[in-house]
């Protein structure tokens, strides 16, 4: 094969790769239209069935995957509005107040709990003190073991 032949077959080839992918970005671009009109998502996918074209090309061709990438962030649906900031601090005060409330009543639950127990050991004390006193001149009773049952 000489290298004119050669040339003249890559020449042709190039020709038909370049036609084959000018018919293919027309499909894409009618296809990006007919979406639009129908009010239907733009996404790759749906170019993709609707014109009849590999997602490779789509993504491979600049012009379409930023065409495509604008519409679909267009249709994308706007996220709620956050709560303005003034219920979101009311919130925060209550919600803060309620916790100082508890644990200054934990607290002085706590300290209610260690004055009784304070209580009860002087009382505990007190009342040994009397056994004792009262035992000098009496038998102090002895613990006896139960045997088993």
Not at 83 to 107: C, F, M, N, W, Y
Not at 110 to 138: K, P, S, Y
């Amino acid at each position: 094969m000489t290298d004119d032949a050669r040339a003249k077959r890559t020449q042709t080839l190039a020709a038909a790769a370049k036609a084959k992918s000018q018919v293919k970005t027309q499909a894409a671009e009618k296809a990006i239209r007919t979406l639009v009109k129908r009010g239907e998502p733009i996404t790759f996918q749906a170019v993709q069935r609707e014109a009849g074209v590999s997602h490779a090309f789509l993504y491979n061709h600049p012009e379409l995957r930023g065409r495509i990438e604008r519409l679909r962030a267009q249709a994308r649906p706007v996220p709620p509005p956050t709560p303005p900031a003034d219920e979101q601090s009311t919130l925060v005060l209550t919600l803060t107040g309620q916790i100082t409330r508890l644990k200054k009543q934990h607290r002085e639950e706590v300290q209610a709990l260690r004055d009784a127990f304070e209580r009860a050991h002087g009382e505990n004390l007190d009342l040994r003190r009397e056994l004792a006193r009262r035992g000098e001149g009496a038998a102090i009773p002895q613990a006896r073991t139960i045997g088993p049952c």
